[in-house]
């Protein structure tokens, strides 16, 4: 147990990290290279949950063994949990974001309060923005609280 909390608390202070991306280095550098730093750090909290996650269900025998990509990982982790509605939602949330960080991107109004990366995707058009990037971040949040508490039980409050 207690190496799957490693990866969960270091998650955690990816999210500090990516707090301080979302609240400092974006107000005062605002260019899509800090947007798409913040959405690699994103997907670098997504890959410590899912990491913890499937230990877990390793130490439980619901898996043999861990699969090597990230994309495997992913796909593995929805099949453990493919009942469970929300855990879905996150997991096609982080389907999202590697897409995102994959494609060509365009950029809108660098060094402005709406700087913008623009991505083209199959049947619409992508756009991340410090609005966006704050209200992933919250989602983010909750995603590692739902895991904590699928691994810990119900998450203490720090003090």
Known sequence: ?????????EAREELKRLEHIIYVSLKYTRTVDVIINAVSRLLDIYNLIIEALLIKAKDEKKIAA?????????TRLAEIYNDDAKMQKYLS?????????????????????????????KNSTG???????????????NFFNYSWELVNGKKEEED
Do not use: G
């Open 1 to 9: 147990m207690e190496h799957i909390n490693e990866y969960l608390l």
């Open 66 to 74: 861990l699969p090597k990509s990230p994309a495997l990982r992913s």
């Open 127 to 141: 756009e991340v923005n410090i609005d966006n990037l704050t209200n992933c971040e919250k989602f983010v949040h």
């Open 93 to 121: 949330f982080y389907s999202f974001l590697k897409t995102v960080l994959k494609l060509p991107y365009e950029r809108r109004r660098e060094y402005r309060r709406h700087v913008t990366l623009i991505v083209r995707l």
